[in-house]
């Protein structure tokens, strides 16, 4: 099974393609990109292990000698993220059979989906830097199609900005690229790294490095650059909401690290101080825009923005507690945000309404929402038997191992205005008298809750058994730390 | 000839980012354009301008022009035709629901509470 990294990436290409033929036909296309989906995690589970048993894989496409075709790299850091990608589409598929509504199911919503899941999986699985501009593309106009599917008056305006500044940062990352092949001549990521060693990162690299904090920072929403986020994520319906919110930005943070622990090593005292900083600042902004708001979507959308801070803090400490912090968190993130995202559409579902002043008492009429709700919400903020502890307890140790006192004070003060910004909305709508909830015509959101409390069950096992995962953590860490056994893996021959 | 190259990219950078920022949307979108054939010429700039055959492999012609950049450009091209396409239809499904092409009436910013 030489070609297994390439799986996760092939397998939902296929169904998406097999689905665009059942464009009318409901049912199969329900069906289809059910089993597609289940197919590829199945995939990248055995990928998982086999990447922990032997180490990272790598395929040349071709059969061509490393360098010059293009690589597919699988190490455990990529495997881990494909697996929870792929986790999270299945629970996300499953809510929108009911969430969705059929108008959109009949115009290419489950093969859009499964496009965009193919160019995550494989921006995240690419050794070679144009192919990972090309794997982006694949994902970004997959997200336009789901972003404005329905073409509801906010959508189109939303759609628009969200396009137009994608579009822009999209043409900055190919003249980057063509920057990078302009002094290195290589497009290969191992061979880049190779060859930035042998120059020893002159100025013209750290320029680089910088665009690419730029390119990488607009996809994933770091201050100066998430100024678009907040608007576009508030226009999809929710399940494409929760696609967004768990996979999309946390590409842009993928990339960040990897070409930060790969490329950019040789001038950490400048690139890495200004990743410090601008996270920093990502929180901050964060944590103003998660307590502003009177808006279930937008508290959330905010709290996108703050871990994507505190994850690329914790990368920037470039020691072992950090950056296997930042992975814990990572993963920790995406669960996570795909559980919160889902209960809050399930409470706007049954509210009607997405504004906090609008609602409340519905622990007496909807307790179990209510009680899963609240360990979701426990769960983001880092209560320790949680999944947001470790990761959190890690990137602080590691800061304060590496001297920077007040960026993981700020980070740990964050927490706080996590916990109550989340807690406020459990308190507003939970809490109180019952409103009267609007009385139209809908399906019991059973079908709905069932993959969301699989989904919260599942980031409660990833805090409780952070034992099992530490093993597969640590081997991610060691790649990222030693880029000679990325090289090698890749440049093998 | 780099040079030269340099400064009409750096000629079609300055313009596209003023089309950007401009109000109406058509403008806007034709600075992404402009955008884009800067970004292209770009790629076959920094690939050097050397070499004298096309890379065509030819009886007796060693000195070729890199292939790289052409197939990165190719690559380029058809993605951000792609984008540009939808791009025009979701404008022009924008302009007849909104009716407007005016991005500042397109803010939205009333709505939260």
Same mark, same amino acid.
């Given at each position: 099974?030489?070609?297994?990294?390439?799986?996760?990436?092939?397998?939902?290409?296929?169904?998406? +393609?097999?689905?665009?033929?059942?464009?009318?036909?409901?049912?199969?296309?329900?069906?289809?990109?059910?089993?597609?989906?289940?197919?590829?995690? +199945?995939?990248?589970?055995? @990928?998982?292990?086999?990447?922990?048993?032997? =180490?990272?894989?790598?395929?040349?496409?071709?059969?061509?000698?490393?360098?010059?075709?293009?690589?597919?790299?699988?190490?455990?850091?990529?495997?881990?993220?494909?697996?929870?990608?792929?986790?999270?589409?299945?629970?996300?598929?499953?809510?929108?059979?009911?969430?969705?509504?059929? $108008?959109?199911?009949?115009?290419?919503?489950?093969?859009?989906?499964?496009?965009?899941?193919?160019?995550?999986?494989?921006?995240?699985?690419?050794?070679?830097?144009?192919?990972?501009?090309?794997?982006?593309?694949? @994902?970004?106009?997959?997200?336009y199609?789901?972003i404005v @599917?329905g073409g509801e008056k906010k959508q189109l305006r939303e759609s628009i900005k969200y396009i137009l500044v994608n579009v822009v940062?999209?043409?900055?990352?190919?003249?980057?690229?063509?920057?990078?092949?302009?002094?290195?001549?290589?497009?290969?990521?191992?061979?880049?790294?190779?060859?930035?060693? $042998?120059?020893?990162?002159? =100025?013209?690299?750290?320029?680089?490095?910088?665009?690419?904090?730029?390119?990488?920072?607009?996809?994933?929403? +770091?201050?100066?650059?998430?100024f678009w986020l907040p608007g576009s994520y508030a226009a999809p319906?929710? /399940?494409?909401?929760?696609?967004?919110?768990?996979?999309?930005?946390?590409?842009?943070?993928?990339?960040?690290?990897?070409?930060?622990?790969?490329?950019?090593?040789?001038?950490?005292?400048?690139?890495? $101080?200004?990743?410090?900083?601008?996270?920093?600042?990502?929180?901050?902004?964060?944590?103003?825009?998660?307590?502003?708001?009177?808006d279930?979507?937008q508290?959330?959308?905010?709290?996108?923005?703050?871990?994507?801070?505190?994850?690329?803090?914790?990368?920037?400490?470039?020691?072992?507690?950090?950056?296997?912090?930042?992975?814990?968190?990572?993963?920790?993130?995406?669960?996570?945000?795909?559980?919160?995202?889902?209960?809050?559409?399930?409470?706007?579902?049954?509210?009607?309404?997405?504004?906090?002043?609008?609602?409340?008492?519905?622990?007496?009429?909807?307790?179990?929402?209510?009680?899963?709700?609240?360990?979701?919400?426990?769960?983001?903020?880092? +209560? /320790?038997?949680?999944?947001?502890?470790?990761?959190?307890?890690?990137?602080?140790?590691?800061?304060?191992?590496?001297?920077?006192?007040?960026?993981?004070?700020?980070?740990?003060?964050?927490?706080?205005?996590?916990?109550?910004?989340?807690?406020?909305?459990?308190?507003?709508?939970?809490?109180?008298? /019952?409103? $009267?909830? /609007?009385?139209?015509?809908?399906?019991?959101?059973?079908?709905?809750?069932?993959?969301?409390?699989?989904?919260?069950?599942?980031?409660?096992?990833?805090?409780?058994?952070?034992?099992?995962?530490?093993?597969?953590?640590?081997?991610?860490?060691?790649?990222?730390?030693?880029?000679?056994?990325?090289?090698?893996?890749?440049?093998?021959? | 000839?780099?040079?030269?190259?340099?400064?009409?990219?750096?000629?079609?950078?300055?313009?596209?980012v003023y089309l950007i920022l401009s109000r109406s949307l058509l403008k806007i979108i034709i600075g992404t354009?402009?955008?884009?054939?800067?970004?292209?010429?770009?790629?076959?700039?920094?690939?050097?301008?050397?070499?004298?055959?096309?890379?065509?492999?030819?009886?007796?012609?060693?000195?070729?022009?890199?292939?790289?950049?052409?197939?990165?450009?190719?690559?380029?091209?058809?993605?951000?035709?792609?984008?540009?396409?939808f791009m025009l239809v979701m404008a022009y499904r924008a302009y007849a629901v909104h009716k407007t092409d005016d991005m500042n009436q397109m803010k939205g910013n009333n709505e939260h509470d």
């Amino acid at each position: 099974m030489i070609n297994l990294p390439l799986l996760p990436i092939i397998l939902p290409f296929l169904f998406a +393609i097999l689905l665009l033929f059942f464009k009318e036909n409901i049912r199969i296309q329900r069906a289809l990109s059910l089993v597609g989906v289940i197919i590829s995690l +199945i995939a990248s589970f055995y @990928l998982l292990v086999t990447v922990k048993s032997e =180490g990272v894989l790598a395929v040349t496409l071709g059969s061509w000698p490393a360098p010059f075709g293009i690589s597919m790299v699988s190490d455990m850091f990529s495997a881990l993220l494909v697996t929870t990608t792929l986790l999270i589409t299945l629970f996300v598929v499953a809510y929108s059979f009911t969430a969705i509504g059929e $108008e959109r199911e009949r115009y290419f919503y489950y093969p859009a989906i499964l496009f965009m899941v193919t160019g995550v999986n494989g921006a995240f699985t690419t050794g070679d830097i144009f192919n990972m501009f090309v794997f982006f593309e694949v @994902l970004l106009i997959a997200s336009y199609l789901l972003i404005v @599917l329905g073409g509801e008056k906010k959508q189109l305006r939303e759609s628009i900005k969200y396009i137009l500044v994608n579009v822009v940062s999209s043409a900055l990352f190919v003249i980057t690229v063509a920057y990078l092949y302009s002094v290195v001549g290589t497009l290969n990521m191992a061979d880049i790294s190779v060859k930035i060693a $042998e120059v020893g990162q002159p =100025g013209i690299i750290t320029v680089i490095a910088v665009l690419m904090l730029i390119v990488f920072g607009v996809k994933g929403a +770091i201050f100066p650059l998430y100024f678009w986020l907040p608007g576009s994520y508030a226009a999809p319906p929710i /399940p494409v909401l929760a696609l967004f919110g768990a996979l999309l930005t946390k590409v842009g943070v993928y990339a960040i690290m990897r070409t930060y622990t790969l490329f950019f090593v040789h001038n950490v005292g400048v690139t890495h $101080e200004i990743l410090m900083v601008v996270s920093v600042l990502t929180v901050i902004v964060g944590c103003v825009g998660a307590l502003a708001y009177f808006d279930l979507k937008q508290i959330i959308i905010y709290n996108i923005v703050i871990a994507v801070g505190v994850i690329l803090f914790g990368a920037a400490q470039m020691n072992e507690a950090g950056i296997s912090g930042a992975i814990f968190y990572l993963v920790h993130d995406m669960l996570i945000k795909g559980a919160l995202f889902l209960l809050i559409g399930i409470i706007i579902y049954v509210t009607g309404t997405s504004n906090l002043r609008k609602m409340g008492g519905l622990m007496k009429t909807h307790a179990p929402l209510g009680w899963f709700y609240l360990i979701a919400a426990f769960g983001l903020a880092g +209560i /320790p038997p949680l999944s947001g502890f470790i990761g959190k307890l890690l990137i602080a140790q590691g800061a304060f191992q590496a001297g920077n006192i007040w960026g993981s004070i700020i980070i740990l003060a964050s927490s706080l205005i996590v916990l109550l910004s989340v807690i406020r909305i459990f308190i507003y709508a939970f809490w109180g008298e /019952p409103v $009267e909830l /609007p009385k139209t015509k809908r399906k019991p959101y059973k079908r709905m809750m069932l993959p969301t409390i699989v989904l919260v069950v599942l980031s409660v096992f990833y805090g409780v058994g952070t034992e099992w995962i530490i093993p597969y953590v640590t081997d991610a860490t060691d790649v990222l730390l030693q880029p000679s056994i990325y090289i090698d893996a890749v440049l093998k021959e | 000839m780099e040079l030269v190259m340099a400064i009409l990219i750096g000629v079609l950078f300055t313009a596209a980012v003023y089309l950007i920022l401009s109000r109406s949307l058509l403008k806007i979108i034709i600075g992404t354009g402009l955008l884009s054939h800067g970004a292209h010429l770009l790629i076959l700039t920094m690939g050097g301008l050397g070499g004298l055959a096309p890379p065509v492999i030819a009886e007796g012609v060693t000195d070729f022009a890199d292939p790289l950049p052409q197939a990165l450009i190719l690559t380029a091209i058809v993605i951000s035709f792609g984008v540009t396409a939808f791009m025009l239809v979701m404008a022009y499904r924008a302009y007849a629901v909104h009716k407007t092409d005016d991005m500042n009436q397109m803010k939205g910013n009333n709505e939260h509470d």
